[in-house]
């Protein structure tokens, strides 16, 4: 009976945390699509961001609504983060950590869903066994928000110091290339703790963000286990459920401000000169 039980669990978890992928290659892996991850995505993006733009358009110098002040409050509170850190000219930097803050905020709030209940609409009015609705706890969306951030640093990085200004400064810092006679291994030195530095950054960034949705998703998964043990279960797990729903609140949002500073200061350490 409990070897029984554990398989039903078992099942119960790798059903919910199976995503709705296709091999772009026989080999899989590495190249798989993750449609639902994908989906979800866009269509957040869509409403979120056609949302901004509809409450935008109908902005007013008067009164505003509570709709208007809202956005008005986010994006003056994101224009003052960005000022605080980025010392430049930031008329395109504050637009790329709202989208960020934004789009990352509402992707994490999909793991406030119940997921059974989700489930249940995802098989019967979508007819899809398979999907998993939270696309920042899985581990291709963070990552390709963070390679996006990354591209975007050494662009600036060229940008402000040109290419052969950017390679003099990955081989030169942070020890130096003198004395003369030492700087060939200096430049080595130099190249391997710049390009350590380089790619921690990416994985650091993206891995922060999966683990934390990650880890809340199964929370969730593991507190919807109880709740389907009995009467007492069911109690159990609607207080747990409701205290950790309180709680990720602010991981939800704390992990989005996280990501958005990041993004902020990667992009203003790529400005600075060495």
């Given at each position: 009976?409990?070897?029984?039980?554990?398989l039903?669990?078992t099942s119960?978890?790798?059903?919910?945390?199976?995503f709705?992928?296709e091999p772009?290659?026989?080999?899989?892996?590495?190249?798989?699509?993750?449609y639902?991850?994908?989906?979800?995505?866009?269509?957040?993006?869509v409403?979120?961001?056609?949302?901004?733009?509809?409450?935008?358009?109908?902005?007013?110098?008067?009164?505003p609504?509570?709709?208007?002040?809202?956005?008005?409050?986010?994006?003056?509170?994101?224009?003052?983060?960005?000022?605080?850190?980025f010392?430049?000219?930031?008329?395109?930097?504050?637009?790329?950590?709202l989208?960020?803050?934004?789009?990352?905020?509402?992707?994490?709030?999909m793991?406030?869903?119940?997921v059974?209940i989700?489930?249940?609409?995802?098989q019967?009015?979508?007819?899809?066994h398979?999907?998993?609705?939270?696309?920042t706890?899985?581990?291709?969306?963070?990552?390709?928000?963070?390679?996006?951030?990354?591209?975007?640093?050494?662009?600036?990085?060229?940008?402000?110091?040109?290419?052969?200004?950017?390679?003099?400064?990955?081989?030169s810092?942070?020890?130096?290339?003198?004395?003369?006679?030492?700087?060939?291994?200096?430049?080595?030195?130099?190249?391997?703790?710049?390009?350590?530095?380089?790619?921690?950054?990416?994985?650091?960034?993206?891995?922060r963000?999966y683990?934390?949705?990650?880890?809340?998703?199964?929370?969730?998964?593991?507190?919807?286990?109880?709740?389907a043990?009995?009467?007492?279960?069911?109690?159990a797990?609607?207080?747990?459920?409701?205290?950790?729903?309180?709680?990720?609140?602010?991981?939800?949002?704390?992990?989005?401000?996280?990501?958005?500073?990041?993004?902020v200061?990667?992009?203003?350490?790529?400005?600075?000169?060495?």
């Amino acid at each position: 009976m409990a070897e029984e039980h554990a398989l039903d669990a078992t099942s119960y978890i790798q059903h919910h945390l199976t995503f709705l992928a296709e091999p772009v290659r026989e080999s899989g892996g590495f190249w798989t699509l993750h449609y639902d991850t994908i989906v979800t995505s866009l269509i957040l993006g869509v409403v979120v961001f056609g949302l901004l733009w509809l409450v935008t358009r109908k902005a007013t110098t008067g009164v505003p609504s509570k709709t208007q002040a809202f956005v008005e409050l986010s994006v003056r509170f994101v224009n003052d983060q960005v000022r605080s850190l980025f010392h430049h000219d930031y008329r395109v930097v504050a637009p790329i950590a709202l989208t960020v803050f934004v789009w990352v905020l509402f992707m994490n709030a999909m793991d406030f869903l119940p997921v059974d209940i989700m489930a249940w609409i995802y098989q019967n009015i979508f007819h899809q066994h398979e999907w998993r609705g939270v696309p920042t706890a899985d581990v291709n969306t963070t990552f390709a928000l963070a390679l996006s951030v990354f591209g975007l640093m050494i662009f600036y990085s060229i940008k402000n110091k040109g290419l052969f200004g950017w390679i003099k400064e990955l081989i030169s810092t942070p020890f130096g290339i003198k004395p003369l006679w030492a700087a060939p291994l200096l430049a080595i030195f130099n190249l391997l703790f710049n390009t350590i530095e380089y790619v921690s950054k990416p994985l650091s960034h993206s891995l922060r963000l999966y683990g934390n949705m990650y880890a809340g998703e199964i929370i969730f998964l593991l507190i919807g286990l109880w709740a389907a043990t009995g009467v007492a279960g069911v109690i159990a797990g609607s207080i747990l459920h409701l205290g950790w729903s309180i709680f990720h609140i602010l991981i939800v949002v704390l992990q989005a401000y996280i990501f958005m500073m990041l993004t902020v200061v990667y992009i203003s350490m790529a400005h600075e000169h060495h």
